[in-house]
């Protein structure tokens, strides 16, 4: 093990001297090129793509929430929640929009204080404390009521859940609190290769990153935003099951994995962390360079979004101009999932939260 984090620690350095020599020859890629595919320009693909009309109203009412609560940041906490209006762009009323911001609000500002890639420069006490936050809210998730002695995100996380149970389906509820427990599970804590331990495949990677996101929960929102949940008996019974669920899936990993690249600078460059699609690429490559984990990295993204084109067409085809009683929610939250994927790529061309130096040029600011 000591070897293993040893050549680690060696090919972390060097990648990070290869990204600084990458900044000083003016070397930059184009993340549309990267995220193109022959059959599908990323930007046009996106065009069309306009944010949830409540947005400005619903972030402002999170911004308010989040103040009451004491957990708004003043950096950055205008630059996550924006994501709010571009995740969501199909939620049919303003409060169903506010409600899901809070949820996203809360997340991020778990995310952005202790969360995986914040938690190795926390004191030792810190990190316990973290964890035991993590593990409180946890059981809220489950008990849906806060401890005798709530901190200020418990009481927020309490007034979110009156709010989002009063407007929900309750099986939906269920399965939807569920997935988030198992997202803060993976996300409050360390998963960097040293604390962890091992190093990750890439697939096991991919999959455990797909958790962390929380784009699981993120999508089953759509279905809040919507008051329309998907009847998964009949899509079975139709045949479609299987291939909707991959579609979620796919829809996770785009959104995890695009996110990894538009965020490997603040993530792994300035943060120092490790759990990123790149440096996984690298660290399973040997002999790899940064060049090749970027040209790696961006390959599985493409990937994945030629499976979702082609994919999304054929549950489209399979309920076109048939009386089936699923065909409207099926066609409806295909809409919500090519929302998230084009959302995945317009909120992150805009958002000033990845600008800086940078080898990407869409992300380039300085
Ligand atoms: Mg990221």
């Known amino acids: 093990m000591v070897s293993e984090q040893t050549t680690v620690e060696t090919a972390l350095v060097a990648m990070r001297s290869e990204y ?23 930007d046009d693909y996106c065009r069309d793509f306009r944010p949830n009309r409540f947005g400005e109203y619903a972030l402002a009412e999170v911004e308010n929430f989040c103040r009451r609560h004491r957990i708004w940041l003043d950096s950055g906490g205008a630059h996550y929640n ?27 500002w778990l995310n952005d204080t202790v969360g995986r890639e914040k938690f190795a420069h926390l004191s030792a006490a810190e990190q316990l404390r973290a964890a035991h936050t993590a593990g409180r809210l946890r059981d809220m998730l489950e008990t849906r009521s806060p401890a005798a002695d709530p901190t200020p995100e418990e009481v927020a996380t309490a007034e979110f859940l009156d709010l989002l149970a009063r407007d929900a389906e309750p099986a939906w509820l269920d399965q939807f609190l569920g997935s988030t427990a198992e997202h803060l599970r993976t996300a409050i804590r360390d998963q ?9 495949s890439v697939t096991d990677y991919i999959d455990l990153r797909s958790e962390v996101s929380g784009m699981y929960p993120a999508i089953a929102m759509c279905e809040f935003g919507r008051d329309d949940y998907l009847p998964w008996d009949l899509v079975r019974a139709d045949g479609q099951d299987e291939k909707l669920r991959r579609l979620r899936k796919l829809t996770a990993e785009i959104g995890a994995l695009m996110n990894d690249v538009f965020s490997f600078e603040k993530e792994c460059i300035a943060d120092g962390a490790d759990f990123n699609l790149i440096p996984v690429w690298l660290l ?9 984990a970027v040209h790696g990295s961006a390959r599985i993204v493409r990937d994945r979004l030629t499976e979702f084109y082609l994919l999304s067409d054929q549950v489209l085809a399979a309920y076109a101009d048939t009386d089936l009683p699923a065909a409207e929610s099926v066609a409806a939250h295909l809409r919500d999932l090519v929302g998230c994927v084009q959302a995945t790529w317009a ?8 600008k800086g130096v940078s080898i990407f040029e869409e992300n380039h600011a300085a």
């Open 20 to 42: 600084d020599a990458l900044v000083d020859q003016g070397e930059r890629w184009s993340l549309r090129t990267l995220f193109s595919t022959p059959d599908r320009d990323i």
């Open 82 to 108: 924006s994501m709010t209006p571009y995740l969501h762009p199909n939620a049919v009323t303003a409060d169903r929009m506010t409600i899901i911001g809070i949820f996203n609000a809360i997340l991020f």
């Open 192 to 200: 960097n290769t040293d604390a962890r331990g091992d190093l990750l």
């Open 284 to 292: 399973n490559t040997p002999g790899a360079t940064l060049s090749d």
């Open 347 to 354: 909120w992150q061309i805009v958002t000033p939260r990845y």
